[in-house]
């Protein structure tokens, strides 16, 4: 995949565009005044200086930026009840459905299609939409296009969840669960890939780091929420334990995108620049 992104992936990065047409610039004419805002910045700064930044940099997003505050709660939540789902499912099979462990692993192929699927159609209907939403706008973006997106996965990933959760408490036919199951990573995948695109959107020029700022609790939620699954599933049972995370998701996944679309201009504004 590396390999071939060399070939196949165009450069979008603005600031790294700019400072090659500034570079071929200066080897054209030979005038050294063509350079970028960026290159003048950081020829102020001295090496050492400019590389601790940019490791600080995305924890300094993620405690000073309430954008970036309330992407990481969203990503860590969604990445929490996925590898929720990772972690038990294949117990599910071989516990409470006597399935051996190798058939068991063939319903994580319900997982991959519903991620598969999720993304196909979210990243064509999040750009119709932001397209659309600009064009009225006067050819205006913001980010705050992308939100739209979040709702309807916000709400399929629960409805997912207790779809799962009840055809495996009541032992129902494979073909339920899996479905369930089908319906959450779909559901999970529309409501992140927006999500993604958000923070990106509203931190060009440090996307990468505003990136993994919002990666840092979505990784931790990765790695604890696995460990009380199943427990909660032990004292719970399927059904009540899915309709908890249901709950949760809902409270927290459609209140937000709600709070991005009519504060999040706001939020952006209050933030401190991301240099």
Same mark, same amino acid.
């Given at each position: ?143 705050? =296009? $992308? ?5 309807? %996965?916000?709400? #399929?990933?629960?409805?997912?969840? @207790? /779809?799962? &959760?009840?055809? !495996? ?63 909660? =599933? $032990? ?5 009540? %334990?899915?309709? #908890?995370?249901?709950?949760?998701? @809902? /409270?927290? &996944?459609?209140? !937000? ?19």
């Amino acid at each position: 995949m590396t390999l071939v992104s060399f070939f196949a992936f165009h450069e979008t990065y603005s600031q790294l565009i700019l400072r090659r047409r500034a570079g071929k610039r200066r080897a054209e004419t030979g005038d050294p005044q063509y350079v970028t805002a960026a290159e003048r910045l950081h020829t102020a700064t001295s090496p050492i200086k400019a590389i601790s930044r940019s490791l600080t940099r995305p924890l300094r997003l993620l405690v000073f930026h309430p954008i970036v505050q309330l992407i990481s709660v969203i990503s860590a939540l969604n990445y929490g009840m996925l590898y929720i789902i990772l972690a038990t499912f294949s117990d599910l099979w071989v516990v409470a459905y006597g399935q051996p462990v190798d058939i068991s692993g063939l319903h994580y192929i319900a997982v991959a299609l519903g991620e598969i699927v999720g993304s196909q159609i979210s990243g064509y209907v999040m750009d119709r939409i932001y397209r659309r939403l600009r064009s009225r706008a006067c050819d205006a973006g913001q980010p705050e =296009y $992308h939100v739209p997106m979040m709702l309807p %996965g916000a709400i #399929l990933a629960p409805a997912g969840l @207790l /779809l799962y &959760g009840w055809a !495996a408490q009541t032992h129902k036919h494979w073909v339920f669960v899996d479905i369930g199951m089908f319906v959450t990573t779909f559901g999970l995948q529309i409501a992140g890939m927006p999500t993604q695109a958000y923070i990106i959107d509203s931190y060009p020029e440090h996307a990468s780091s505003a990136t993994a700022a919002s990666q840092l609790l979505r990784s931790l939620m990765a790695f604890t929420f696995p460990l009380f699954a199943p427990a909660m =599933y $032990h004292a719970l049972g399927y059904g009540w %334990g899915n309709s #908890l995370l249901a709950l949760i998701t @809902l /409270l927290f &996944g459609v209140p !937000a995108p709600l709070l991005l679309w009519w504060w999040g201009p706001q939020l952006r504004a209050r933030a401190r620049g991301s240099y």
